[in-house]
């Protein structure tokens, strides 16, 4: 959903910060190459980050994909700061003891704040954003004023977000797609929701079918 949600225009260079296995980067140069110019993965596991070379090797991806094995609070050691023109982010979001606990190690840390805090992945999406980039997360909906407070104490301003229900019947969004941007005047906009299944068990819904075609 998050590498779906950016609108690419011109051309682009790309920073995933927690870059996991590399899904983000690989879609978005598989959907719009053309388009990147560049993407550059930050990933503190190392089996992660080679696994995220493996999946760039096996896609052919070799020569516009690059990641680092790095903490994202060495991010200023790490990536060029204010010149990439969209970030994209997927935090950890639990706190310690929050929800089950995963048994898979990679998994814990990926969904836990064991290494880095939320304001760590702001502060490094704003300082390595250009003026006229924006910067994508997505966050579990019900702690969407917790990733809009720390935007905006880093002076980072949403323009565009979208609510994702479990299907139209729900009461409750699970997720929240956020566009944020260095600029401090604009006009936020939020999209109409979107729904994964076209009932309670029902169905994918169309849109979100449409992500996994070729």
């Not at 479990?166 to 929240?176: D, G, L, Q």
Request: aromatic fraction near 8%.
């Amino acid at each position: 959903m998050l590498a779906h949600f950016p609108e690419i225009r011109g051309r682009h260079r790309v920073l995933d910060i927690g870059a996991g296995g590399g899904i983000l980067g690989l879609i978005l140069l598989y959907r719009h190459q053309s388009a990147i110019e560049r993407v550059t993965g930050v990933e503190v596991q190392p089996e992660l980050a080679e696994l995220a070379r493996l999946n760039i090797r096996v896609n052919g991806y070799m020569n516009q994909f690059e990641v680092i094995t790095g903490s994202v609070t060495d991010h200023l050691g790490l990536c060029e700061k204010k010149c990439y023109s969209l970030v994209v982010c997927n935090p950890p979001y639990y706190q310690i003891g929050d929800g089950r606990n995963s048994g898979n190690r990679q998994r814990l840390r990926a969904t836990r704040r064991l290494d880095s805090s939320l304001h760590s992945f702001v502060a490094a999406a704003r300082s390595t954003l250009c003026i006229d980039g924006a910067a994508y997360f997505i966050y579990p909906a019900h702690l969407v004023m917790e990733l809009c407070e720390v935007l905006k104490r880093h002076d980072v301003s949403v323009f565009r977000q979208q609510f994702i229900y479990p299907y139209p019947e729900a009461m409750n969004p699970v997720r929240v797609l956020i566009g944020a941007t260095r600029r401090a005047t604009v006009t936020a906009i939020t999209h109409p929701p979107r729904y994964l299944y076209t009932r309670r068990g029902g169905e994918e819904c169309h849109w979100l079918h449409r992500c996994y075609q070729p």
